[in-house]
T-cell receptor, first 112, second 115 residues
Framework: DAKTTQPPSMDCAEGRAANLPCNHS???????VYWYRQIHSQGPQYIIHGLKNNETNEMASLIITEDRKSSTLILPHATLRDTAVYYCIVPRTTSGTYKYIFGTGTRLKVLA | EAGVTQFPSHSVIEKGQTVTLRCDPI?????LYWYRRVMGKEIKFLLH????????ESGMPNNRFLAERTGGTYSTLKVQPAELEDSGVYFC?????????????FGPGTRLTVL
């Protein structure tokens, strides 16, 4: 019952920008969009999050559409170490708990 | 600043035995979460502590699982008795914000293998 939809896999050439899309058409006005990635079996690593405005940090940029129903994570210059499963998450709130619902994510493969 | 730590990193036990997993959250983080991924499945929420209180334990699979967070610092997750289907990777996460939940930071996980 994930609130987000992502393509199962994508390839990207090393050095090029990787653009990972996510649909979250049922998002509410005060819900954030979070992006994480998981490299092999390591713990999910936080990348970036946003509410309405586009966001950028040292790892990535997040573009959120004006209607907030979808977003795109951009890795500007993908490297081999960016090969991972990327998760787009809209926390589900129940009784004061902000639980993450992990879908299957997008498996990004960066090619040399 | 130290991140979320988990111990042990790996545990191999036999069916019917007991195992206790430990999570140390980031200092000052009142929210502590447990998640797990069993073979071939997605990462699933288990429970949420706010300080020492269980806020939501709706994801706990059954009464063989017991989570505690005495003193509101580190947390333990005990599985007793362990079954084969408990094998998987158990992740702990912590966050600071009590109002909006805040960003959850995950530990490296404990890989549990039940034989």
């Amino acid at each position: 019952d994930a609130k987000t939809t992502q393509p199962p896999s994508m390839d990207c050439a090393e050095g090029r920008a990787a653009n990972l899309p996510c649909n979250h058409s049922t998002i509410s006005g005060n819900e954030y969009v979070y992006w994480y990635r998981q490299i092999h079996s390591q713990g999910p690593q936080y990348i970036i999050h946003g509410l309405k405005n586009n966001e950028t940090n040292e790892m990535a940029s997040l573009i959120i559409t004006e209607d907030r129903k979808s977003s795109t994570l951009i890795l500007p210059h993908a490297t081999l170490r960016d090969t991972a499963v990327y998760y787009c998450i809209v926390p589900r709130t129940t009784s004061g708990t902000y639980k993450y619902i992990f879908g299957t994510g997008t498996r990004l493969k960066v090619l040399a | 600043e130290a991140g979320v730590t988990q111990f042990p990193s790996h545990s191999v036990i036999e069916k019917g035995q007991t195992v206790t997993l430990r999570c140390d959250p980031i200092s000052g983080h009142d929210n502590l979460y447990w998640y797990r991924r069993v073979m071939g499945k997605e990462i699933k929420f288990l429970l949420h502590f706010v300080k020492e209180s269980k806020q939501d334990e709706s994801g706990m699979p059954n009464n063989r699982f017991l989570a505690e967070r005495t003193g509101g610092t580190y947390s333990t997750l005990k599985v007793q008795p362990a079954e084969l289907e408990d094998s998987g990777v158990y992740f702990c996460a912590s966050s600071q914000d009590l109002i909006t939940g805040g960003t959850q930071y995950f530990g490296p996980g404990t890989r549990l293998t039940v034989l």
